[in-house]
């Protein structure tokens, strides 16, 4: 095995280990079904962390394995039964113990960035074509972050966890105003 080998692989074990407390934190909310996860993984988080289907079900069968969750079935009428997670005090514990540790840092992989560097090797056009790629799914992003701010801040306005899904929206407006600004200079540098 070489080096990227053990390189990728460890990335994976690392998103693999921290989608599952992406995965209690959804539950600490409320008990779940891995429908409900997905579902609620798609309206608040997906901006900055996704977890797919086949992520989410064996996540959720290793922790209700491990005592940080518990599963029950509930039977429904007409539809083939569904089981529901909820959060165990053994997880709520390990959540809370994950939240204070620092976050690590991420390992940077930008396409962006690659293709800059190397963009000697083809026309200039090229390089300034990838800037205004970039800037135009930027101007895309920060709508999107807008629109989903000014709809939170009205249908969920003195929800006590509003601050906090706030700061992610900020924060990544914030950045990609930055990026936005900066990548005009970074192509014709």
């Given amino acids: 095995m070489h080096m990227g080998q053990m390189a990728a692989g460890q990335t994976t074990a690392r998103r693999a280990n921290t989608s599952r407390y992406a995965i209690l934190g959804v539950l600490s909310r409320r008990p779940m079904s891995g429908y409900d996860v997905k579902k609620l993984i798609e309206r608040s988080i997906a901006h900055f962390w996704s977890e797919s289907y086949g992520q989410i079900y064996p996540s959720l069968n290793?922790?209700?394995?491990?005592?940080?969750?518990?599963?029950r079935r509930e039977r429904q009428r007409g539809k083939p039964d569904r089981h529901v997670?909820?959060?165990?005090?053994?997880?709520?514990a390990e959540l809370l113990r994950w939240l204070a540790l620092?976050?690590?840092?991420?390992?940077?992989?930008?396409?962006?960035?690659?293709?800059?560097?190397?963009?000697?090797?083809?026309?200039?056009?090229?390089?300034?074509?990838?800037?205004?790629?970039?800037?135009?799914?930027?101007?895309?992003?920060?709508?999107?972050?807008?629109?989903?701010?000014?709809?939170l801040r009205k249908d969920m306005r003195g929800h006590p966890e509003l601050p906090y899904w706030l700061i992610t929206l900020q924060t990544l407006t914030t950045l990609n105003r930055l990026g936005a600004r900066a990548a005009p200079r970074t192509g014709r540098g």
């Fill in 62 to 71: 290793r922790l209700a394995a491990e005592g940080l969750a518990e599963r």
């Fill in 102 to 151: 620092p976050a690590r840092l991420e390992p940077v992989r930008s396409e962006l960035l690659l293709k800059l560097f190397l963009g000697r090797a083809g026309p200039v056009a090229n390089s300034a074509a990838q800037i205004e790629h970039v800037q135009t799914r930027h101007r895309a992003l920060l709508d999107t972050y807008d629109a989903i701010e000014r709809q």
């Fill in 85 to 92: 997670y909820s959060l165990t005090s053994k997880g709520r």
